[in-house]
Antibody, heavy 121, light 107 residues
Framework: EVQLLESGGGLVQPGGSLRLSCAAS????????MSWVRQAPGKGLEWVSS????????YYADSVKGRFTISRDTSVNTLYLQMNSLRAEDTAVYYC??????????????WGQGTLVTVSS | DIQMTQSPSSVSASVGDRVTISCRAS??????LAWYQQKPGKAPKLLIY???SLQSGVPSRFSGSGSGTDFTLTISSLQPEDSATYYC?????????FGQGTKLEIK
């Protein structure tokens, strides 16, 4: 069974940094693209970033480009999102998601349970 | 960026009703469209991908159709557990974008 477990969320001041983790199990981690999607309180879904299964390519939303970095450690099957220069508008639940198929970056399935990031002074 | 627009924003229907939710892309995306269901406090769940392919384990009362710019999610016979918010998502190009969501309420 595929399991994704996010951690690392919390309260951070504007301008601060946070690193989210997503521990993956139940599948061959290096075969699948992984993504981060966020949801601000009471709002819809916003794609944040994706990393291809090969690890060669990364993609970012314009709203986080230059501030966030997606990466992974294949030795511990963990996906990361390093978030710097955080702003109030980054406040959201952050979900990690696996791609449905290997060698694609299209369909998010399944999703983790999410971790809440609150940016506030 | 490709904008995804869903309609209606909310809908109320009775058990057994047929419900349709529409999603329109700002430019053609062929069949690069998915539908997700999200219940309060839970992570989204993939229902439909590639516009009309039913994800494993999803009840057959859910179906998707369309291509190009106009897409539809249909629930053929509404059940109480279908109360949720539904999102469409395009996978034609980066950045991936979602519709604003349609909240489905059971009367």
């Amino acid at each position: 069974e595929v399991q994704l477990l996010e951690s690392g969320g919390g309260l951070v001041q504007p301008g601060g940094s946070l690193r989210l983790s997503c521990a993956a199990s139940g599948f061959t981690f290096t075969n699948y693209a992984m993504s981060w999607v966020r949801q601000a309180p009471g709002k819809g879904l916003e794609w944040v970033s994706s990393l291809t299964g090969s690890g060669d390519n990364t993609y970012y939303a314009d709203s986080v480009k230059g501030r966030f970095t997606i990466s992974r450690d294949t030795s511990v099957n963990t996906l990361y999102l390093q978030m710097n220069s955080l702003r109030a508008e980054d406040t959201a639940v952050y979900y990690c998601a696996k791609d449905l198929y290997s060698s694609s970056t299209n369909w998010f399935d399944p999703w983790g349970q999410g971790t809440l990031v609150t940016v506030s002074s | 960026d490709i904008q995804m627009t869903q309609s209606p924003s909310s809908v109320s229907a009775s058990v057994g009703d047929r419900v349709t939710i529409s999603c329109r892309a700002s430019q053609g995306i062929a069949s690069w469209l998915a539908w997700y269901q999200q219940k309060p406090g839970k992570a989204p769940k993939l229902l439909i991908y590639a516009a009309s392919s039913l994800q494993s384990g999803v009840p057959s009362r859910f179906s998707g159709s369309g291509s190009g710019t106009d897409f539809t999610l249909t629930i053929s016979s509404l059940q109480p557990e279908d109360s949720a918010t539904y999102y469409c998502q395009q996978a034609s190009s980066f950045p991936r974008t979602f519709g604003q969501g349609t909240k489905l309420e059971i009367k």
